[in-house]
């Protein structure tokens, strides 16, 4: 039978319906047993959906500074920025390895003077001559491999899964990013709560030394407490640099997570004691764990793994190349344009892999052992989100629980005080007991209005841990991955 060109070319379109390699199959999320129950019921195999809506998620906690805080972030975070030229990056690869499915076309027009040798090989003899001359090469050249094994389909296909892996990649950073400007403001709003209760006790102490002084002058109590009065006042006094520091630092901290010099950057005092962060329902749907973007990534990483693959696995079959030339050359810079200056060539190249010293194989292994690390990256991803969901889970329940004691304790504390003064002011006791009343009761204060910070912030983290809060709301399935 006699192999024409368009015989060959029939037979390489046939071929490339092949795609050496395996396809893709989401493995197990655990590699020894089933998804347990958890916090939402029973959990079904995870299917990435980074694509599940989120939205303004910390709108939740109806705080307008927040709120403006978010979208400055959200706007202007260089983090963010960086992410987002990763993905343009990954973008472009994808252009990059589609472009092999089509012929490539290059112009290399050239002009080369030369002198051939006078002694060179002419009929067994030396030429006898050397000859000076240009020549003048006007060519278009072509190739085109068709893609026989699938190397260039899963070239694609691993591009294409990067792309959706950078895309999950900056839904990841944004929440994160999100997540640390809700924890630094209600870590903020803590603390000027608390500069307002230590400032509030600094005028407390400062009229009980007042009293205290009064009553040394009326011979009614000793030097020694009006000494302890004083000790107390300034002891609170030296704490309200400490915690001036903390809140700038803070300050600082949203500056650069708003994408703004930390020196021009402001965000108003307020020292209300924060309000209680919004209930968490009792049940919420497994879908809301697949919304994470970081586990949408690591399964996209598997994705590109296993058809690296399929790339590598290719080396090991021929290779197909048809090679063309049209142009025109002369040794005559005024006839390289007329029609007899014509050249053309045209015919396919083969390579056949036959000893490479155990390249191939070599490739396929470390293409097969990446493909096993981000399986076990993405199981380790879904063990570490069952952590941290279930992390914060406690420490709602725990943090109530201790925030409620505390606040029993801070009305026990404050009733002892009032006692105190008055057994004092009665001259019954020395205002030692006093003192310590009056620090009980500040140490008790101190700790709710830090307790409400953490609960706050334990509420962003569990934001973060299921992928942007646990509302559901109606969307639209994108298609099919």
Known sequence: MKL??????????????CAVGPDYERP??????????????DWKLAQPAAHLPRGAWWEIFGDAELNRLERAATSDNETLAAAAARFNHARALVDIARSDFFPQLS???????????????????AAGQGYNFSTFTVPLEMGWEPDLWGRIRRQTEAATARLSASAD?????????????????FALRAFDAELALVADTIETYRRSLELTRNRRKGGVVSDLDVSEAETQLRTAEGQLPALQL???????????LCGQPAMTFTTPVN??????????????????????PDIAAVEREMAAANADIGVAKSAFFPRLVFNGLAGLQSINAGTVFNWPSRIWAVGPTLEIPIFTGGRNTAQLTAARAAYDETVAHYRDTVLTAFQEIEDQLAAQRLLAQRLDAETAALTSARRTQEIANNRYR????????????????????RAVVRLQGERCAATVGLVKALGGG?????????AQR
């Open 4 to 17: 024409t060109l368009p015989a060959i070319s029939a037979f390489c379109v046939l071929l490339t319906g």
């Open 28 to 41: 197990a999320a655990l590699r020894s047993q089933p998804l347990p129950k958890s916090f939402a019921g």
């Open 107 to 125: 112009f290399n027009g050239s002009v080369t003077r030369q002198r051939t040798s006078k002694n060179a090989p002419q009929s067994g003899h």
């Open 169 to 185: 990649d900056i839904e990841t950073v944004k929440l994160a990013i999100q997540g640390a400007v809700a924890a630094d403001y």
């Open 246 to 256: 903390q809140r700038a630092k803070l300050a600082h901290a949203l500056a650069t």
């Open 271 to 292: 020292p209300a004691q924060l309000t209680p962060p919004p209930a968490i329902p009792p049940t919420m749907p497994s879908e809301l764990l697949e919304r994470r």
């Open 426 to 445: 009665a001259g019954l006791v020395t205002y030692l007991e006093v003192a310590i009343a009056q620090g009980a009761a500040f140490d008790r204060n």
């Open 470 to 478: 646990w509302q559901v709301t109606a969307h639209t399935p994108p």
